[in-house]
């Protein structure tokens, strides 16, 4: 499969950089469950030490554009980048069912230690729609981790059951899992996810969250309103910064907006010490 993106043009293992030469690596590591998570490193040309785990969005795969193209030009920056498929998800082993926020927290712990293992010692993290929150909630977690990038993320707090309908809401309660179509998929969640979602409260932890972040969310977004973000920044301002994009939809699906957020994620995590 071949493409272009500022300048960049991609095979399935290969990148090519105005600047260079560029590799994807296709790996694979363990979560705490032993099951087999797949993952795409982005090998920079001159390594510099310093690394971001991106995580994706819920029942999507690494393989979403924006998380493709962000690894692309943090490698192109020096940085080692890590896009992986949360269990259940892409082709990772696992059951879709099983997931939590928990799960993912400790599978962004998981790839962050195949980071360390390769040599990263500065280590940041990116997330889109929910791997936003995970990715926040996983730094909450690791004092280690020097910055978040939470792209179109519901960061104000968790609204596990925004996507279901009454009548879904009434079969949850009732039989204790519910099912959904999701991008071509028919899903399954149980309880367990909406009750573990519970123990989070977002809004607590932005107030406190000590190192910086930065939101960046389309003004169009169909999914979780923009309103949002500005919500989040006002809880924390100190640590906070926010882009907005014109016209921009839940999945950065514009080349321009993903032109424009890509190389702001890339300068932002440039400045962080």
């Known amino acids: 499969m071949k493409g272009i993106f500022s300048g960049i043009w991609q095979d399935e293992t290969e ?52 998380l ?8 192109e920056a020096g940085y080692l980048a890590l896009r992986f498929d949360f269990s259940g998800n892409g082709q990772s082993q696992g059951r879709f069912e099983e997931t939590t926020f928990d799960k993912q927290i400790r599978e962004v712990k998981r790839a962050m230690a195949v980071m360390a293992g390769r040599g990263v010692s500065w280590i940041g993290l990116a997330g889109h729609s929910m791997g936003a929150e995970v990715a926040l909630l996983a730094a909450s977690k690791t004092p280690a981790v020097k910055g978040v990038c939470a792209m179109a993320g519901r960061l104000s707090g968790l609204k596990p059951t925004h996507f279901l309908t009454p009548g879904q809401m009434k079969h949850l309660r009732e039989k204790g899992s519910v099912s959904f179509l999701s991008r071509g998929r028919k ?23 000590d190192r910086p ?36 939809d839940h999945m950065f699906s514009r080349p321009e907006d993903r032109l424009r957020a890509v190389p702001a994620i890339v300068e932002w995590f440039d400045k962080i010490q």
Not at 217 to 226: F, K, S
């Open 15 to 66: 990148i090519f950089f105005s600047g260079g030469f560029f590799m994807e690596e296709q790996i694979r590591f363990s979560n705490d469950e032993n099951e087999i998570l797949a993952g795409t490193v982005h090998l920079p040309a001159s390594p510099s030490g310093r690394g971001v785990v991106l995580a994706h969005c819920f029942t999507c795969s690494r393989h979403t554009t924006i």
């Open 187 to 209: 899903l399954r969640l149980d309880h367990a996810f909406f009750s573990d979602a519970k123990q989070y409260d977002l809004a607590a932890l932005l107030r406190s969250f």
């Open 213 to 248: 972040l930065m939101i960046v969310h389309g003004e169009a977004d169909e999914i979780i309103p923009v309103a949002d973000a500005h919500q989040a920044r006002a809880l924390n301002r100190r640590q906070a910064e926010l882009l907005t994009l014109p016209g921009a």
């Open 68 to 75: 493709r193209q962000l690894g692309q030009a943090l490698a």
